[in-house]
C-alpha cells in the first residue's frame, strides 16, 4: 500500500461543476502539498498546509491531521482546470516528499 | 522572480547512449531536487541536495546516473548508458527552506527522455 493514496484515479465533469480530490496518508506528516500539472507541462504548487484550510480563488485545500486526509475542492469548475492533481506529504522526520499516484481531472465544456 | 530553469525540453537518444540534463534552481534557494516521472506516474525523487551536499540519493540508479551541484547553484543529472526503462519526464524542484521541512516546492518545466 502506497503510504499517499489519492482518489479518484480519474475524474470527467462538465464545466461548472463542484470538484473534490481526496489524499489520505498513513504517516505522520508536518506538510502536505497540493500541486497541479498541466499535459506536457511542468509541476506548479497550489497549496502548503499543515492544518486547518486554504483557499485561493476557486480552489480550496482542507486538512484534517486526525484523519491523515486532505480534500482539494474546485468551485465552478472551468475546462482550463483540466489537469493531473498530485498530493504530496512531508512525512515527519524526513527531508522529502512522498508523492500520490495523481488524479486526472478533465473538465469538458 | 524567475523560476526554475531546465534544459533540454526534450532529449531522444538511442540505449546505452550517454545524456546530461542541466537546472538553474531560483536564486537562493538552498535545496534541489531531481525527480524522475515516467508516463502516468507520480514523481519520484532521485536525488536531493542541500546547498552542494547530497541529503538524499537512495533511490538513483548510482551504476548509471550521476549527479552535481556544483558551488550549491546550478545542478547537472546524467545518465550513462541510458536504458530503455528511463524513458521519463526528469523534473527538477527548489526551495528555499533547510531542515525538515521542504517549504513550497518550485518546479522546472521538465526535461523529456525518449530512449529508443
Known amino acids: 500500500k502506497n503510504e499517499v493514496e489519492q482518489s479518484p484515479q480519474n475524474l470527467t465533469a462538465q464545466e461548472g461543476e463542484f470538484i473534490t480530490i481526496n489524499c489520505s496518508y498513513s504517516?505522520?506528516?508536518?506538510?502536505l502539498h497540493w500541486l497541479q500539472q498541466h499535459p506536457g507541462g511542468g509541476i506548479v504548487s497550489l497549496f502548503m498546509?499543515?492544518?486547518g484550510k486554504k483557499k485561493h480563488g476557486r480552489l480550496i485545500a482542507t486538512i484534517n491531521i486526525q484523519e491523515k486526509h486532505s480534500s482539494l475542492h474546485i468551485t465552478a469548475s472551468h475546462p482550463r482546470d483540466s489537469a493531473v492533481y498530485i498530493c504530496?506529504?512531508?512525512?515527519?522526520?524526513?527531508?522529502?516528499?512522498?508523492f500520490g499516484q495523481g488524479t486526472r481531472l478533465t473538465i469538458n465544456p | 522572480e524567475a523560476g526554475v530553469a531546465q534544459s533540454p525540453r526534450y532529449k531522444i537518444i538511442e540505449k546505452r547512449q550517454s545524456v546530461a540534463f542541466w537546472c538553474n534552481p531560483i536564486?537562493?534557494?538552498?535545496?534541489l531536487y531531481w525527480y524522475q516521472q515516467i508516463l502516468g506516474q507520480g514523481p519520484k525523487l532521485l536525488i536531493q541536495?542541500?546547498?552542494?551536499?547530497?541529503?538524499?540519493d537512495s533511490q538513483l540508479p548510482k551504476d548509471r546516473f550521476s549527479a552535481e551541484r556544483l558551488k550549491g547553484v546550478d545542478s547537472t543529472l546524467k545518465i550513462q548508458p541510458a536504458k530503455l526503462e528511463d524513458s521519463a519526464v526528469y523534473l527538477c524542484?527548489?526551495?528555499?527552506?533547510?531542515?525538515?521541512?521542504?517549504?513550497?516546492?518550485?518546479f522546472g518545466e521538465g526535461s523529456r527522455l525518449t530512449v529508443l
Open positions: 504517516v505522520g506528516i508536518s506538510a
Open positions: 536564486s537562493g534557494h538552498a535545496t
Open positions: 541536495f542541500q546547498n552542494n551536499g547530497v541529503v538524499d
Open positions: 504530496a506529504v512531508n512525512a515527519q522526520g524526513a527531508q522529502k516528499l512522498v
Open positions: 524542484a527548489s526551495s528555499r527552506l533547510r531542515g525538515y521541512d521542504t517549504g513550497e516546492l518550485f
Open positions: 498546509l499543515s492544518s
